[in-house]
């Protein structure tokens, strides 16, 4: 097992995400907590944080030309393995 000596050292996208999930559970305990844990100023913070770490989800709308569809048409075939054309 590696220990803190050995010169391991995570990705900058692992240590992102260990910090999202450290901010995340912060959040999470001061939400379901019967008294604040956080000030106003401590919680504006994680959330920018946050929202450079992770993607905001946003919805998307696929459209396209109908009269020139991408995909025509979709066939499905059912063959015999022994059937040589297909």
Known sequence: MAGRGSGFRHNDNTRKKIK??????????HIESDKPLMDAS?????????????????????????DSP??????????????QDG
């Open 20 to 29: 999202a999930a450290q901010l995340i559970n912060r959040l999470q305990k």
């Open 42 to 66: 401590q919680v504006n913070a994680a959330k920018a944080l946050l929202n450079k770490v992770l993607p905001d989800l946003k919805a998307v709308e696929h459209s396209g030309d109908p």
């Open 70 to 83: 991408i995909v025509h048409q979709i066939e499905r075939r059912i063959v015999r393995a022994s059937d």
